[in-house]
């Protein structure tokens, strides 16, 4: 089970609104290497993993990918808030509106829904953490174009956390990974 | 060394003691940052760091809230790590300590500014706490 704790894992204070910015960040909320894709990756091949070292890494990661997904709606609904029609507008989210007024919905910024498509399960567990450090990968890279696509400093800082986190998970993937093929484990099951 | 500098950090933070901090910058890279240094790069691990666009990480408010956040980060960061090396026995300390210390500073934290938990005890108050705003993806939340 979960167990939720009423704070952000990283603080967000956006001051100034911007649109665009809010639009580019669905690549994130919806998107196919966001944060949700990573917290239904993770928890989806938990079961498969041969030990305990696997269980345990994709059950914690999966669960700070959902910190992560709250950071990144905290981030556009503060960029965002009180936006005007003409505002929206400009910032070619008029598509979204028409749709989702001011909700968030889960999807890229280009307005492509979410698909579980973008989860992969292979049931091997050398191949699912393979795509999962590539999946680290992609999601760094996206944070790196993200961060080329502002200078407010209170967007920049929460991004460069956000992709910090991707270096790190990336590591504790390829060591299980490597652990796993250099002691030979096998699944039990 | 951990449990001596959590010790000060405490002692610092109990005196508002915040403009002489104790959290130094740690470059050994067979170590790990301090909780702060550590939080402000989403990386505890030196030898993993790696930085993007940022000539140097965002620094952030010296108070409780960044405190306790950044325990908790600590914490976390090492329970990752210790998913797969459980048998590092410093490392098991040091998430010990800043756990601990995190659950310390919560006491204080949701004294100040309501509830983390629904079962804390800052919700076993009335009316029911819980509720109240600001939630954490609202500006000035958690």
């Known amino acids: 089970m979960w167990k939720y704790e009423k704070k952000l894992q990283y603080p967000v204070n956006i001051k100034n609104k911007d ?8 690549s994130q909320y919806g998107g196919p290497d966001s944060e949700l894709s990573a917290a239904l990756r993770y928890l989806n091949q938990r079961y498969t993993m041969p030990d305990d070292k696997g269980k345990a890494l994709l059950t914690d990661i999966a669960t700070e990918e959902l910190a992560h997904l ?12 009180g936006a005007t029609i003409e505002e929206i507008k400009n910032a070619g989210m008029g598509g979204m509106f028409s749709m989702h007024d001011g909700g968030l919905f889960i999807n890229d910024p280009n307005g492509v829904p979410f698909t579980t498509s973008y989860i992969e399960t292979s049931g091997d567990f050398i191949a699912d953490l393979e795509s999962d450090m590539a999946a680290e990968q992609r999601a760094r890279a996206t944070y790196e174009h993200l961060m080329d696509l502002t200078n407010d400093v209170d967007v920049l800082a929460p ?26 484990i096998q699944r039990k099951d | 060394m951990n449990e ?5 950090d ?14 130094t910058e740690n470059v050994n890279a067979n170590n790990t940052y301090d909780p702060y240094q550590g939080f402000i790069r989403g990386n505890m691990f030196p030898k993993l760091y790696n930085d993007y666009k940022l000539s140097s990480p965002v620094q952030l408010d010296n108070d409780l809230k960044t405190y306790y956040d950044a325990l908790c ?31 310390k500073l919560a006491k204080e934290y949701q004294s100040q500014f309501g509830p983390l938990f629904v079962n804390s005890e800052a919700n076993m108050v009335y009316p ?7 939630w954490p993806w609202e500006r000035g939340g958690n």
Do not use: G
Not at chain 1, 19 to 26: F, R
Not at chain 2, 4 to 8: D, E
């Open chain 1, 70 to 81: 709250e950071m990144i709606s905290a981030m556009i609904y503060q960029l965002t808030k």
């Open chain 2, 73 to 103: 980060f600590a914490a976390h960061d090492i329970n990752l790590y210790l998913d797969i090396y459980p048998d590092d026995r410093d490392m098991i300390m040091a998430f010990s300590n800043y756990s601990n210390e995190a659950e």
């Open chain 2, 128 to 134: 029911w706490a819980w509720d109240n705003e600001p």
């Open chain 1, 19 to 26: 649109l665009k910015m809010a639009k580019y960040l669905y």
């Open chain 1, 159 to 184: 991004l460069a956390f956000l992709r910090q986190r991707e270096v790190v998970h990336y590591q504790r993937f390829k060591e299980l990974r490597n652990y796993y093929l250099d002691k030979k």
């Open chain 2, 10 to 23: 405490y002692y610092n933070y109990k005196n508002n003691n915040y403009n002489n901090p104790t959290f």
């Open chain 2, 4 to 8: 001596y500098r959590n010790a000060l």
